[in-house]
């Protein structure tokens, strides 16, 4: 079984301030790890994925996030702030390898950016 | 349009009636999942559908909820007798190949559920 936390249901930044949404992870099996962010009044859209390759993932709109498997953890940061990112922020984990359920994707409770002028 | 669609995107009913709320995927895609979104509580899985194969149901909460869908394409998330807790966002999505880890999910835009 897996599941994520994510640190904050609030985050408020200063436009051109460092963004860093939180997210850490537990799962059986090496997993896959995803950000998805979703706007006001719309679905979720895919940000970033993590599927075993390098362990820095770069994304849209210049998002990142770093796998770090000895804390358990797939943070996003972002390095300057922009008002457009204001959004609900969700990662998620499904587990890896063949068979078995690795099509379900277990999300956090998601964490909402507010970013100040 | 291109997207996933959902319909309807609010719909408001009473206590003990009974809801459908359709999703058509993006043309192609094989995979086709259902999510329930509640207020700070994040997305809930509820069913999976893979092709021809037999749909995953252990999210559902309750045997008031089924899912079918029809010839590959279109699926329809029926509620009945609904409840009060039932009230949510409930979440489309398609996807090309078989799950998350190897392929991006597309979602649609919800259907808002509001039990009185």
Redesign the interface.
């Known amino acids: 079984a897996q599941s994520v936390t994510q640190l904050g249901s609030h985050v408020s930044v200063s436009e051109g301030a460092l963004v860093l949404l939180r997210c850490n992870y537990s799962s059986s099996v090496p997993p896959y790890l995803f950000w998805y962010v979703q706007y006001p009044n719309q679905g979720l859209q895919l940000l970033l994925k993590y599927t075993s390759a390098a362990t820095l993932v770069k994304g849209i709109n210049g998002f990142e996030a770093e796998f770090k498997k000895s804390e358990t953890s797939f943070h996003l940061t972002k390095p300057s702030a922009h008002m457009s990112d204001a959004a609900e922020y969700f990662c998620a984990v499904s587990a890896a390898g063949s068979g078995g359920s690795n099509y379900k994707l277990t999300f956090g409770k998601g964490t909402l950016l507010t970013v100040n002028p | 349009g291109a997207?996933?669609s959902q319909s309807p995107s609010n719909k408001v009913t009473e206590k003990g009636k009974d809801v459908e709320l359709r999703c058509d995927p993006i043309s192609g895609h094989t995979?086709l999942?259902w999510?329930r979104q509640s207020l700070?509580?994040?997305?809930?899985?509820l069913i999976?559908f893979?092709g021809n194969s037999a749909p995953?149901k252990s999210?559902l909460p309750s045997d008031r909820f089924s899912a079918e869908r029809t010839g590959g394409s279109v699926s329809t998330l029926t509620i009945q007798r609904t409840q009060q807790e039932d009230s949510a966002v409930y979440?489309c999505?398609s996807s090309l190949s078989?799950?998350?880890?190897?392929g991006?999910?597309?979602?649609?835009?919800?259907s808002r559920l509001t039990v009185l």
Not at chain 2, 98 to 102: A, D, Q, R, S, V
């Open positions: 997207g996933v995979a999942y999510y700070g509580q994040g997305l809930e899985f999976y893979q995953d999210g979440l999505a078989l799950g998350p880890g190897t991006e999910l597309f979602f649609g835009e919800g």
